[in-house]
T-cell receptor, first 111, second 111 residues
Framework: KQEVTQIPAALSVPEGENLVLNCSFT??????LQWFRQDPGKGLTSLLL???SQREQTSGRLNASLDKSSGRSTLYIAASQPGDSATYLC??????????WGAGTKLIIKP | EAEVAQSPRYKITEKSQAVAFWCDPI?????LYWYRQILGQGPELLVQ????????DSQLPKDRFSAERLKGVDSTLKIQPAELGDSAMYLC?????????FGPGTRLLVL
């Protein structure tokens, strides 16, 4: 059974720092991996989708990498801003085309 | 930009009462999902529709939960009777391809 883990559960960094969020999964048989953002009490917004054949995807200050063989993905945020404060969740799409989710990393960027 | 609509945004109810949530997906999206998200956890898939047909409802507690998408467009999720443990965020998402688009969610509090 696929399990997705995100460490740390929470992270607080000063504004302007670069940071990395981690996601690991137990079964490498995935179709893709997605990173989402969730603001408090709100729905989820898709940030980046990496196909299983890809190694990374970039969008603005965000870069996501995927190492399927080791079951790991990272989300790199450059030059963090207070507006980046949110919970970041990763999810893998399994062989049944369903998303299996991590519990998220709550990120706080201090001004 | 098209969005997934959900109502109500918040619902407070007493245990043993019935509650219903509504979701209107993005026009043209054949696939619709209902998720439950407990605070501090990732979303859990409750039911997935393809047009008006249920694709997966294996995690739906069928003794108290029901979901329908009669015309293959909007959808209703019902809980009867509600229990204290049902307090959570209920998220609806729709997709046309790989990316799921989420609504703002309905936060349910059962007293």
């Amino acid at each position: 059974k696929q399990e997705v883990t995100q460490i740390p559960a929470a992270l607080s960094v000063p504004e302007g720092e670069n940071l990395v969020l981690n996601c690991s999964f137990t079964d490498s048989a995935i179709y893709n991996l997605q990173w989402f953002r969730q603001d408090p009490g709100k729905g989820l917004t898709s940030l980046l989708l990496i196909q299983s054949s890809q190694r990374e995807q970039t969008s603005g200050r965000l870069n996501a990498s995927l190492d399927k063989s080791s079951g790991r993905s990272t989300l790199y945020i450059a030059a963090s801003q207070p507006g980046d404060s949110a919970t970041y969740l990763c999810a893998v799409e399994d062989s049944n085309y369903q998303l299996i989710w991590g519990a998220g990393t709550k990120l706080i960027i201090k001004p | 930009e098209a969005e997934v609509a959900q109502s109500p945004r918040y619902k407070i109810t007493e245990k043993s009462q019935a509650v219903a949530f509504w979701c209107d997906p993005i026009s043209g999206h054949a696939t619709l999902y209902w998720y439950r998200q407990i605070l501090g956890q990732g979303p859990e898939l409750l039911v997935q529709f393809q047009d008006e047909s249920v694709v997966d409802d294996s995690q739906l507690p069928k003794d108290r939960f029901s979901a329908e998408r009669l015309k293959g467009v909007d959808s209703t999720l019902k809980i009867q009777p509600a229990e204290l443990g049902d307090s959570a965020m209920y998220l609806c998402a729709s997709s046309f391809g790989e990316t799921q688009y989420f609504g703002p969610g309905t936060r349910l509090l059962v007293l």
